[in-house]
């Protein structure tokens, strides 16, 4: 699927609609948009201390590029809602202005922002203002030496800064994503949540998911969702959120009876795969129907190539159409994407 797109045949049957439909009866309205695969953490989990050999800068997409292919997908393909992700996307020049141009988009697309928030304490009023309606913050511990043991660099203070602007900015509400890990971390899940209760944060742990660049991810060493209820419940109430959980990816349980709640993203032991609305543009203008997909479409090279806004739509459209129905990580057959998370976007 690397280049043009999916082969014509495979797309044959697809019913004549512009929305991003797929053959198991989803639709996609979430895209998740990697602004830049470059990071100034060394999460171990994520990379090599060393880093990465990022992408050559006229590789990736430009403003103007970038902007045209997401006008294509509010505007031709039904997508709702942006995700800007990285990488770590605090490290695009013009976010702001970015994000002013995206909500400017008729419909309007919710625009999210999934971030390590370092460097946000400075610009969360900014980016609120640019027309930013949340953010996802990145943070695994809240004890110094551990943070400098998982992320390799001393920032936990710019993170904790961060969170406490984001939510004096309005960009409500504002989530924390961690990943517990092995012999590290795994003894601060009732920690971490009482933070979150106490300052108004929504915390969401996430199983460890094998996107690492080392490719060193190993099942036995990952803290389960069972693992991390077990955990929670050893300082709280959990009982089951009777709202909705429709497409998202995090089961919610309400905490000590209410109403704060904490979630749980189990995309290995409980996959979520018949429920995923999302779609996915990598910072190189690569575009994957599915996070653990071993296959990209290139949209850049026909936006280039001077390609017009229907034959753009098209590509993505079949693209989508092909979607496997699940990720097949639980599949003996399952090997991890070449690319790690920082290249694909999170």
Known sequence: MSGAGPDSAAVATRPDTPYLVDQFGRTATDLRVSLTDRCNLRCTYCMPAEGLDWMPEDTTLGDAELLRLLRIAVERLGITDIRLTGGEPLLRKGLAELIEEMASFQPRPRISLTTNAIGLANRADRLADAGLNRV????DTLRPER???IARRDRLRHVLDGLRAARSAGLNPVKINAVLLRGINDDEAV???RFAVEHGYHLRFIEQMPLDAQHGWDRTNMITAEEILASLRTGFELTPSETSRGAAPAERWLVDGGPAEVGVIASVTRPFCAACDR???TADGQLRNCLFSQAETDLRTPLRAGAS???IAEHWQA???VKA???GINSTEFEQPVRPMSAIGG
């Open 136 to 139: 996802n913050v990145s943070l």
């Open 147 to 149: 943070f400098i043991e």
């Open 191 to 193: 920690p971490m949540l």
């Open 279 to 281: 779609s996915r543009l």
């Open 309 to 311: 806004d229907a034959e």
């Open 319 to 321: 693209t989508m159409w």
């Open 325 to 327: 129905a699940g990720h």
